[in-house]
């Protein structure tokens, strides 16, 4: 017997990434998924967007394991959209028992005092925002259930402590530690527990891009992953440069799982001692 089995799990931003990787990781266990993605792009965002290719590989990769998944485009800015989304998956599966709030954005390179509008409202709308509007249109369905469940929110150590230059990021990341803690307290009287992920440095399309390496390689003229790789690995008490996604999905499965059925309103660090 898998960690999830005949669990019903939503996971937001699964096209690629961490996403795809929770997606994966929960279906191997036992898990059928909804996996959502907005598959859009932000002009304030200096890196490439997931494809809806890029969620039909996630889908593909979930339907591997044997388990069944259901795919959905929607942007986490917009709650009746994620609303409508809970409500076919309930009509398909019967039930959601657990989330993992996932998606999120990061932007570099920019003191606070010259960040653009339009870039902290992108960051805050999609990382703290969409996490608050995916608990207000599954949290309903799992109270009315009765059966309990689990929440795993993707916060950041950068919800623990602060980078230069991500200003917005870091706020967005703070507020989500807040929202999760805060609805720990408040769900747990339903048996829906709610704790958080803060990953360091994950191998993914949000860190290893251009706009990340000169975040990361200032002194470089054109920085390469490798560059940042070695710099990363030097500076990193475990000596590894960064976390790969499994890392971090390996840790919600627990948190999901009975083997954390007691476990409610924590932080998560996964950051190979760098937070230490």
Not at 16 to 43: F, P
Not at 89 to 98: C, L, N, Q, V, Y
Not at 143 to 159: D, K, L, N, P, Y
Not at 225 to 233: G, I, K, M, Q, T
């Amino acid at each position: 017997m898998g960690r999830a089995d005949g669990r019903v799990v939503l996971v937001t931003g699964a096209a690629r990434g961490q996403g795809r990787a929770h997606a994966r990781r929960l279906a191997e266990e036992g898990a059928d998924i909804v996996a959502i993605d907005a598959l859009t792009g932000y002009a304030t965002i200096g890196y490439s967007m997931p494809t809806k290719e890029d969620l039909a590989e996630t889908a593909r990769l979930v339907r591997e394991t044997g388990r069944d998944v259901v795919t959905e485009r929607v942007d986490v800015r917009d709650r009746d959209g994620l609303k409508a989304a809970v409500d076919r998956a309930i009509d398909r599966f019967g039930k959601i028992d657990a989330a993992v709030i996932n998606a999120g954005i990061a932007p570099a390179g920019t003191p606070v005092w010259e960040i653009p509008e339009a870039e902290w409202d992108d960051v805050i709308n999609v990382n703290l925002k969409g996490a608050w509007n995916t608990v207000c249109a599954l949290v309903p369905s799992m109270i009315e259930r009765g059966a309990g469940g689990s929440i795993v929110i993707t916060a950041s150590a950068a919800g623990i402590m602060a980078a230069p230059n991500l200003g917005d990021y870091n706020a967005s990341k703070h507020g989500v530690v807040g929202l999760g803690k805060t609805l720990a307290k408040e769900l747990a009287r339903h048996r829906i527990r709610v704790n958080i992920l803060a990953p360091a440095a994950v191998g993914t399309d949000m860190m290893l891009n251009p706009t990340m390496l000169r975040l990361f390689c200032p002194d470089l003229a054109e920085p390469t992953v490798e560059d940042l790789r070695e710099r990363s690995a030097r500076g990193n008490p475990m000596g590894v440069p960064w976390l790969e996604a499994v890392d971090i999905a390996n840790a919600a499965l627990w948190l999901i799982s009975d083997e954390a059925r007691y476990v409610t309103g924590i932080i998560v660090p996964l950051d190979a001692g760098a937070l230490g």
